[in-house]
């Protein structure tokens, strides 16, 4: 399962690459506030909560929501700190990765008082980057007009 999140992962990176920081944070089908940059960034924090935080004794940090600010990941887009943000994201990649490697799917975490067994946790988030990378590619063809997998 877990080379079916790693082939969506790099599904998304490939939709992102080649373009300028300034498309990447451009909303390209209205009314959608949705960007290519925020979906990087809403990844990021999905990949710290589900395996960090439900899979290890670590809070998931996330980097951009708060109580304050919960739509933080697709807002306060900055092209200047897109470079930043794939970071960020890579890391939280190699964190995710981390904090499952030795672990069976059957496994049984815990998030906000929910249980749930690796196994689900790795389908959703299959699903969650599938339909994301739907989103990502009808972006990157209104940007570039680019389209495939």
């Given at each position: 399962?877990?080379?079916f ?23 390209a ?8 940059h925020?979906?990087i ?31 933080a ?18 890391a939280?990649v ?16 815990e998030d ?11 389908t ?15 972006l ?5 007009g680019?389209t495939?997998?």
């Amino acid at each position: 399962m877990v080379a079916f999140l790693d082939f969506q992962r790099a599904t998304l990176g490939w939709k992102c690459d080649g373009l300028t920081p300034e498309q990447l944070g451009t909303a390209a089908i209205a009314p959608s506030p949705m960007t290519l940059h925020g979906l990087i960034r809403h990844v990021t924090e999905d990949e710290l909560g589900w395996f960090v935080g439900t899979f290890t004794d670590k809070p998931a940090g996330y980097p951009y929501h708060s109580p304050e600010t919960p739509a933080a990941s697709w807002t306060d887009l900055d092209p200047a700190r897109y470079a930043d943000d794939l970071r960020r994201y890579d890391a939280a990649v190699d964190q995710a990765r981390a904090a499952i490697a030795d672990l069976d799917p059957g496994t049984v975490g815990e998030d906000e008082g929910q249980r749930y067994s690796l196994r689900w946790v790795l389908t959703h988030m299959i699903e969650e980057y599938a339909r994301h990378n739907g989103h990502a590619d009808l972006l990157r063809e209104r940007l570039d007009g680019v389209t495939g997998e």
